[in-house]
Each structure stands twice: as C-alpha cells, then as structure tokens.
C-alpha cells in the first residue's frame, strides 16, 4: 500500500485560507468516507483533527474542515493563525481493511 | 479521561526484538480497536496495524507481515506489539492510538522511541 500523496508544503499568511490536498486511489480514498487528518506540532503527539471526510472532534476550531472529491481529500484551514503552523498528516481506510496515511504536509504561516 | 500510556524508550540491536505495551484507561478497553503508528525520525507516519481487543483479530500492513504481533491482555486492558528481526530502520517512535469512531484515530499513546543501533 503506497503512501497517500500530499503536497510537502503550503503557506499562508495570518488570517488567509489554506487547502491541503490528499490523493489516493479507489482503494482508500475513493473508496470509503473513512478519511482523517491529523495535526501534529514538532516534538508532540499527533492530534485528531478531522474524522470521516469532515466531522469535527469537540474542541477543534471550525476553522479547520474537510471534504472529498474523487480520490481526492482536502483540509481547509479558514483565518490562519500561528498556531497552526505545524505538519499534517491525512490517513484513509483502505480495501485491505487496513489504513495509510499520507506523506504529510508542512504549513508555514508566514 | 480516556488515557493510553506506554511502556519507556527501549535500545536494541539489529536481528533483536522489541516489544512495546499500551495501557488504556477510561474506556472500555474491548470497545475499540487499538492501533499501531510509527514515525522514523524526521519522516511521517507509517500505520503498522490494528488488534480488536474484543476477541483478539488483527490485521496489519504487508511492509510488516511476517514479523509484527500484535496480543492483549484484556484483564489489564493492555495492547501489545511485538517486532521481530530488527533492523537500523526500524528505528522509531512506536505509538498505540484508539479507535473510537469511524475512521479517528484518538486519542494516542505518549510515543516509545525505540532506537536500533550495533
């Protein structure tokens, strides 16, 4: 099972919008609405952000959604603030009822 | 509060084995799948595979079939993985995640760095 593909890096000044995208194929991503994408600051434990294409754990900001198109899943991160400058993972359930994840997305806030 | 606690930081040579556990708390341990990610240092994550600790099922990536186990001990509501045959890219921070939900994975263990080196 390949990676899913993600761009290495997106940036974006305080206050813009961002859009992350994540690639697969009809075996993951296309295939089921089981996508997730995870926050994860250096040194530190990822973190839940978007569960299911666009559900949103209690506590994450609404800033942060997600959406599918295809084989493609996509996080938006509405008004960017510092904080948010971190890597971002996005993983998908898979037709081998296995999981992957993509190869992870550096945001800089500029 | 739902909790996943690790076993600590472990050093090993290369053909050892290593084995990692993950204590939950807070939760009805055979409710949910637990998971197993690792991340080489400076690269992403790498999902290795899941154990039901309702029964015991697992499944896991075809990069580590052959050489992962993956056990529980529900009496201590404690997750298990076990790799075999070590190599230098092995090395990693190993980290059990819970399955709560659809596709979430949340919320994760500590992190173990295991550290493969002659």
């Known amino acids: 099972q390949s990676a899913l593909t993600q761009p290495a890096s997106v940036s974006g000044s305080p206050g813009q919008s961002i859009t992350i995208s994540c690639t697969g194929t009809s075996s993951d991503v296309g295939g089921y609405n089981h996508v997730s994408w995870y926050q994860q600051h250096p040194g530190k434990v990822p973190k839940l952000m978007i569960y299911?294409?666009?559900n949103r754990p209690s506590g994450v900001s609404n800033r942060f959604s997600g959406s599918k198109s295809g084989n493609t899943a996509s996080l938006s991160i509405s008004g960017l603030r510092a904080e948010d400058e971190a890597d971002y993972y996005c993983?998908?359930?898979?037709?081998?009822?296995?999981?992957?994840f993509g190869t992870g997305t550096r945001v800089t806030v500029l | 509060q739902v909790q996943l606690v690790q076993s600590g930081a472990e050093v090993k040579k290369p053909g050892d084995s290593m084995r990692v556990s993950c204590r939950a708390s807070?939760?009805?341990?055979?409710?949910?799948?637990i998971h197993w990610v690792r991340q080489a240092p400076g690269q992403g994550l790498q999902w290795m595979g899941w154990i039901n600790p309702n029964g015991g099922g697992t499944n896991c990536a075809q990069n580590f079939q052959g050489r992962v186990t993956m056990t529980r001990d529900t009496s201590i509501t404690t997750a298990y993985m076990e790799l075999r045959s070590l190599r230098s890219d092995d090395t990693a921070v190993y980290y059990c995640?819970?399955?709560?939900?659809?596709?979430?994975?949340?919320?994760w263990g500590q992190g173990t760095l295991v550290t493969v080196s002659s």
């Open positions: 807070g939760y009805t341990f055979t409710d949910n799948y």
């Open positions: 299911d294409v666009s």
């Open positions: 995640v819970r399955a709560p939900r659809g596709s979430s994975f949340d919320p």
């Open positions: 993983s998908s359930f898979t037709s081998g009822i296995t999981y992957v």
